[in-house]
């Protein structure tokens, strides 16, 4: 999964970036709201943390623009403002959340996964898939009630296939949305990694779509 961090403060964005990137996201970060502005615009982002106290655009034009675009990411509000007109005016303008500073690291990271779980039309803080289970606020995965080890790369994958079980996934929309800007992943590596996903599962549940991607489902719905 991927996000994108728009804060303006470097040790918090240092901060925030190495926390969720701890618990296997690929981040992305901007300073001003004109360069945040441009990533939500140009970039696939599963959420948005944003700050509202920007320089050069203001948090609450940013996440304006971005709804009348059409840009759909959930957006987690993170600012010192707390009154209520802060909040009001956030929420107007599309936020999902919204947290003031100082926060527990862990209550971010917590609210960022339950905005992309239910973005993606899950309920519970338990994603299954067969005899699989992802724990969306640990960030565990288990087969058969066994512990899976992954590695981040393979977690992000792994996840963002079971949040979208059910539909073919594409190699772009994946490398899109498992990994950062900066990275220029070769082009078989998504194959090395889903085959090294699989053989840690074992169990036939992603399955490849001939020319079009992969496509996450339990063995007997799989077609």
């Not at 800007?181 to 779509?209: E, F, Q, W, Y």
Request: glycine share 8%; with cysteine.
């Amino acid at each position: 999964m991927r996000l994108l961090v728009v804060e303006d403060e470097p040790q918090l964005t240092l901060r925030l970036q190495q926390a969720l990137e701890a618990v296997g996201f690929a981040v992305d970060v901007a300073y001003d709201g004109e360069e945040g502005l441009y990533l939500g615009e140009t970039e696939a982002y599963d959420a948005v943390v944003l700050d509202l106290g920007l320089p050069k655009l203001d948090g609450v034009s940013v996440l304006g623009r971005w709804r009348e675009m059409g840009r759909a990411m959930p957006v987690l509000v993170l600012t010192a403002r707390n009154r209520w007109a802060d909040k009001s005016a956030a929420f107007a303008a599309g936020a999902d959340d919204y947290v003031t500073k100082p926060f527990e690291m862990d209550e971010v990271v917590t609210r960022i996964r339950a905005l992309i779980r239910r973005a993606a039309g899950h309920a519970s803080p338990e994603i299954t898939c067969g005899p699989l289970r992802l724990d969306t606020i640990g960030g565990r995965v288990s087969l058969d009630g066994m512990p899976v080890q992954l590695t981040a790369q393979e977690f992000r994958i792994l996840s963002y296939l079971a949040h979208h079980q059910g539909r073919v996934v594409g190699r772009g929309e994946l490398v899109e949305h498992v990994y950062d800007r900066n990275a220029d992943p070769d082009s078989n590596v998504l194959d090395v990694l889903v085959a090294r996903i699989r053989r840690k599962l074992k169990a036939d549940l992603i399955h490849t779509m001939r020319g079009q991607g992969w496509r996450m489902e339990p063995p007997n719905n799989a077609g």
